[in-house]
């Protein structure tokens, strides 16, 4: 059966490669992007490819609150419920730091903020799924993590490389936590799950600048994955695809998948159940605002 399904940052990498794979299937896909043109050429590259007419898009800037909220707006004008939400965009940012319009850290508002205001703001259209399922993107630096609970949104952390570290990290206990809500909240048709996709040949990180020897190091994954064989954003896509379409993993919860499909444990050196619940109040003071105006 055809679902409706949106994908955050699937103008490229590995969200442009779900989006098609899951249209290949036969769902009704929208895709996110910040650049119109670029979304309109992906749309049409995506329907010659599948044959699937049903592929849409919507475009928001992610780094801020209120074209979130725009974007879900527009979505409810045009949908009468949602399916699957994939937080897929993401990205690692220059070693300069900066922070948007809303004082958010750039980092934790793309990365973290964006995914979370997302979810909570689309769980209307979700619940109204027989089978509504939020998937959310970390990542393996989650494991070198080490985030100061005293500065959240990330005044003294001084790279770019290390505060992507963090938000992934930051994704799960979110995840986690708003799996644990649903729950005894009693929403049974609606799970949140986190997926981390390894190591792919994409332009993840080209065009941030951390310095010269990390950027180099971004540089040289591209050649050396593509002279190894590193993963490809297929097979990047693998695990997104599957905890958006299999019926294995129905009514699973708040549980972190690897880039082949495998159930695994995150990092927990640095978790605590007050440092998640610290985390998800100072989230969900940031972007109450915009959840207040539904």
């Not at 080490?146 to 992507?164: A, I, K």
């Not at 649903?182 to 997926?195: D, E, H, W």
């Not at 297929?234 to 695809?241: D, I, P, S, Y």
Request: net charge neutral.
């Amino acid at each position: 059966m055809s679902k409706i399904m949106l994908i955050t940052g699937a103008t490229d990498g590995i969200g442009k490669v779900t989006a098609q794979e899951l249209a290949a299937q036969g769902n009704q896909v929208i895709i996110h992007g910040r650049n119109e043109q670029k979304a309109q050429r992906v749309v049409t590259e995506i329907k010659a490819a599948t044959g699937n007419q049903n592929v849409s898009y919507l475009i928001a800037d992610l780094f801020s609150m209120q074209a979130i909220k725009d974007m879900v707006t527009e979505f409810n004008t045009r949908f009468d419920h949602l399916d699957v939400l994939i937080n897929n965009a993401g990205a690692v940012l220059d070693a300069k730091r900066f922070e948007t319009v809303d004082g958010i850290e750039g980092t934790m508002a793309l990365n973290v903020m964006a995914p979370l205001l997302l979810a909570e703001l689309l769980l209307p259209q979700l619940r109204k799924s027989k089978d509504g399922r939020i998937i959310n993107m970390s990542s393996g630096t989650h494991r070198l993590a080490r985030p100061d609970m005293h500065d959240l949104n990330l005044e003294h952390v001084d790279s770019g490389q290390t505060r992507y570290g963090i938000s992934k990290l930051f994704v799960i206990w979110n995840t986690q936590h708003l799996a644990a809500q649903l729950q005894q909240a009693g929403i049974t048709n609606v799970t949140v799950n986190v997926s981390h996709p390894g190591s792919a040949t994409t332009n993840f990180g080209q065009d941030s600048d951390n310095g010269f020897w990390v950027n180099l190091v971004y540089k040289v994954a591209i050649g050396i994955g593509k002279t190894f064989h590193i993963a490809t954003p297929e097979q990047g896509a693998v695990t997104n695809v599957y905890l958006a379409s299999d019926d294995a993993v129905k009514g699973v919860n708040g549980k972190f998948f690897d880039n082949k499909k495998r159930q695994i444990q995150p990092a927990t050196r640095e978790y605590s159940p007050a440092k998640e619940l610290q985390l998800w109040n100072y989230c969900m003071s940031k972007i109450q605002p915009w959840i207040d105006e539904n």
